[in-house]
């Protein structure tokens, strides 16, 4: 055994082990809750037209046919609205981690379309986040989902 091994295993040994995980996992969920939940407010209301327009000059000339992107630009900002929420909220936490990287995915989709990487870059962030949640769902203990299910 080497001398960092034997340092290591004395550290864990005797120092006492805290485990915030919960909290952390509470401060990722509702970060990213109210991120996702902005970016639906901010296109919901007076902001939708201009918000479908801009996308679909956008994407005219992709493979994408203009229908989609213009059916994509109305549910959007509903999906992140309902996301966001629910992920601020910790309640069916699962599906709104699941659902949100879903349209991550759909996003990158359409910017590696256009082949503007540095916003698939960003957009792989967000994805690293949901994967976080994903694979931390049992730390979800500060949640609606753990008060109610």
Known sequence: MQKTDRLVCLI??????????TEAYLMIRVALGLNILM????RLGSKTVFFRQVLQKEFEDTLLPAFLVT???RA??????ITGTL????LFSGVAIYSGAAVMLLLIFGKA???DWQTVSLQMIYVAFYAALAGG???NRYSLD???F
């Open 146 to 148: 753990a008060l109610f």
């Open 113 to 115: 379309l256009k082949s």
């Open 71 to 73: 059916h994509f630009s």
């Open 39 to 42: 970016h639906g407010i901010t």
């Open 12 to 21: 864990i040994t005797f120092v006492p082990q805290i485990n915030f995980m």
């Open 137 to 139: 769902l049992s730390f």
């Open 76 to 81: 959007l900002p509903i999906l992140e609205t």
């Open 87 to 90: 992920l601020l909220l910790g």
